[in-house]
């Protein structure tokens, strides 16, 4: 082997590899369409990773919403039933306070309950075949809303069946006076009342139907001569003040019709009462007014002035305080004091509308 072999072969020694021979050896500088492969394989890389999670996410937030659900239509039907059961429970009581009051007043019973209702108040299946739109015109045809808030189709037709049951009871007819009254009113030949209350039960309701044709014979001329003011009279203050005066006293003796269409009225204000409107059909105002102002204050004695001086006790101070006989009636409760000043105040326009004979029995 000569000098220039042994040189070359050292020479190749230490000469480092080339690339093409060890492709693997990372090197110093990349192409740019090697660096964008990379960056494209990383981010379909991320873009798989974030879509697998939002499905990941979408699938847990699904069935937490369907659970959710599923709680909510187990709430809302044990709801329903709680509704229904009560609501039946409702009406079975509101039924027997219905047939007690009709036993009570003489009326006829109450008709029983449609066909298509079950003793649990649930419709029957052939009747929850009605049309939808066909019930929707029943509804419209009678005057009601077609649906209410949050009602479903079995409520809805048991509201009809409701509705059509209170339309085939018979009702009472009422009068279309000043105060509607079911009582049937007298003509004014047969108004005059007697002196005393009677004890039977015919002569008590014949009687109640004469206090209720007064009282409504006195409202209607009042809001008649109301009526025929002269219009600078009506739109001043006093007129306003006369007519809201009418008015409050036809509202407040409401009740009083009430009381007389049930035969409720207790014999120590009807008593009274019927002394008050015997005295103002005789035109005898001074004693009716002596009659409203016994039964509104009473005739217990009212302490004036001091009634204790010294260790000695007045003579007939006892008196004060013996209240069984003279009770004030006015006193006992708002809708009785409301009533009663209402008479006082007809008593005060029928004054005026019939005017006495003997002018000494005009009240003050």
Known sequence: MDFASLMSAEISKAKPPSSSTNPSQPTKYLKRADLEAQRQEAYLRSQIATQQEKEQKALKKRKHEEEEAERNRERDEKRRRLAEESHRRREEEDRKQERARRKRLGLPELPPKPDGQTADGTLLAEEEEIDDEQLVLKLRA?????????????QTLRRYKRLMERAMTPQ????????????????????????????????????????????????????????????????????????????????????????????????????????????????????ANDGYLTLSIGKAAWPIGVTMVGIHERSAREKLHESDKGQAHIMSDEVTRKFLQSIKRCLSFAQTRWPPDDQLQLMG
């Open 142 to 154: 009678m005057g009601e809303p077609t649906r209410l808030f949050g009602e479903s189709y079995r």
């Open 172 to 287: 009472a007819a009422q009068t279309t006076g000043p105060i509607p009254t079911t009582l049937a009113l007298v003509p004014e030949t047969e108004m005059k009342v007697a002196g005393t209350v009677p004890k039977d039960v015919e002569s008590r309701k014949f009687l109640f139907r004469q206090l209720a044709s007064y009282f409504t014979m006195v409202l209607t001329e009042w809001a008649v001569a109301l009526a025929q003011r002269p219009e600078t009279v009506k739109q001043n203050f006093q007129g306003k003040a006369a007519y809201n005066a009418m008015v409050q006293s036809r509202e407040n003796m409401r009740p009083l019709f009430k009381k007389f269409e049930k035969g409720e009225l207790e014999d120590g204000i009807l008593g009274p009462v019927v002394e008050i409107v015997r005295a103002a059909q005789e035109r005898r105002y001074v004693d």
